[in-house]
T-cell receptor, first 111, second 115 residues
């Protein structure tokens, strides 16, 4: 059974601080996606990474896919209150139509 | 373009009852997936439909079932409800073949409470 473990589960920081969220697995994935979910809404896709070692940047967010395609990280620079939410990583494989989600990291950024 | 819509948004049922949830995908999307989200288990895959056929199924009991209509709208049904079925049920649509790099667009979910 493929599993994705996210850490930390909960993070409360001050505005302006940096943070990193990790997503780890013992399995290889063809792609890994990061989502953000706000209360009362469904998850919204932030990024998809498909190549081992790939780094993608989205404004203050930096996503990295591990060389072996088993892990990923999300780094936020100078966090803002608007970054508050539940961050989910999700892995998928070629030939399957099932996406495995991590349990999520709940981020709270205080003004 | 309208997003994924789910109805109803909130539902309260009692143990033993059954429930049907509805999902309308984004126009032109043919793949619909269903997920259950709970605080303890996170987001868990229920099943995925493409062109009215179930292509994959998660590890849920047979009380959970679904179907997809010719217009790609999908329904899921839960029979003989249990307290543990209380959750947010999310529907997601994708354009076509649900390749691993496809974007899934999620609806706002249906919050089911079983008393």
């Amino acid at each position: 059974t493929q599993l994705l473990e996210q850490s930390p589960q909960f993070l409360s920081i001050q505005e302006g601080e940096n943070l990193t969220v990790y997503c780890n697995s013992s399995s290889v994935f063809s792609s890994l996606q990061w989502y953000r979910q706000e209360p009362g809404e469904g998850p919204v896709l932030l990024v998809t990474v498909v190549t081992g070692g790939e780094v993608k940047k989205l404004k203050r967010l930096t996503f990295q896919f591990g060389d072996a395609r088993k892990d990923s990280s999300l780094h936020i620079t100078a966090a803002q209150p608007g970054d508050t939410g539940l961050y989910l990583c999700a892995g998928a494989n070629t030939g399957g139509f099932k996406t495995i989600f991590g349990a999520g990291t709940r981020l709270f950024v205080k003004a | 373009k309208a997003g994924v819509t789910q109805t109803p948004r909130y539902l309260i049922k009692t143990r033993g009852q059954q429930v049907t949830l509805s999902c309308s995908p984004i126009s032109g999307h043919r793949s619909v997936s269903w997920y259950q989200q709970t605080p303890g288990q996170g987001l868990q895959f229920l099943f995925e439909y493409f062109s009215e056929t179930q292509r994959n199924k998660g590890n849920f009991p047979g009380r959970f079932s679904g179907r997809q209509f010719s217009n790609s709208r999908s329904e899921m049904n839960v029979s003989t409800l249990e307290l543990g079925d209380s959750a947010l049920y999310l529907c997601a649509s994708s354009p076509q073949n649900r390749a691993p790099t496809d974007t899934q667009y999620f609806g706002p979910g249906t919050r089911l409470t079983v008393l």
